[in-house]
């Protein structure tokens, strides 16, 4: 059996990405070892998740430092420290300070509940993507993998998944069916980037 790839997750909130992560890491649907979970909350239900699959937690709080550069520099030697190769986002609001996007380039992802480019940046989180699209009409809609650079939702396209959006869509509605959407696609592909099937596109 080949060795599975390292990998930190970074959420702030319920971490059921998180959750799809690890579920798929059990069942041998992703090439990757989940072994720390870092959250912006000291609160966040994913807190629970992680440690209830046995993985080690950390609270990562950029205003508990002196200065960026030492909340930059602590976050980076945690994850030298369990020597992460690929970083997954779910779920985690906050920009990862320069230094780590630049030690991990093409090794970060992030997932987004809508069909980038439209309906990403700053702001357009959560039901505030869900509430954009039905507001401008689309007919579809769908979470987006994408791996991360200094810029919100501003990294190369790696998978997509199309969701219609439903005459009677409400946010609420429209953000279940994305979210299950997520949960199949992120573990592919986050598997797909740890194989290497995006180096050579």
Known sequence: M??????AVFISGGGSNLQSLIDASKASKLSGKIVLVVSSKEEAY?????????????????KNYPSKEEAARDLFEMLAAY???????????????????RKYEDRITNIH?????????????????HEAVLAAGEKESGPTVHLV?????????????????????????????VLK?????????LDNLIKGKYSDE
Not at 155 to 165: A, C, S
Request: charged content about 25%; aromatic content about 8%; overall charge positive.
């Open 181 to 189: 959407a997520e949960h199949h696609l992120y573990p592919i592909a």
């Open 83 to 101: 020597e992460v190769e690929y970083i997954a986002l779910a779920g985690y609001m906050k920009l990862l300070p320069e230094l780590i996007v």
């Open 46 to 62: 994913g807190l629970q998740r992680a440690k209830k699959a046995g993985i080690d937690t950390f609270v990562y709080r950029g």
């Open 2 to 7: 080949s060795r599975k790839a390292r990998v």
């Open 149 to 177: 650079d200094e810029i919100y939702d501003n990294g190369r396209i790696l998978m997509q998944e199309k969701v219609p959006v439903l005459p009677e869509d409400t946010p609420d509605s429209l953000a279940a069916r």
């Open 113 to 129: 509940p809508a069909l980038l480019p439209k309906f990403g940046g700053k702001g357009m989180y959560g039901h505030h993507v």
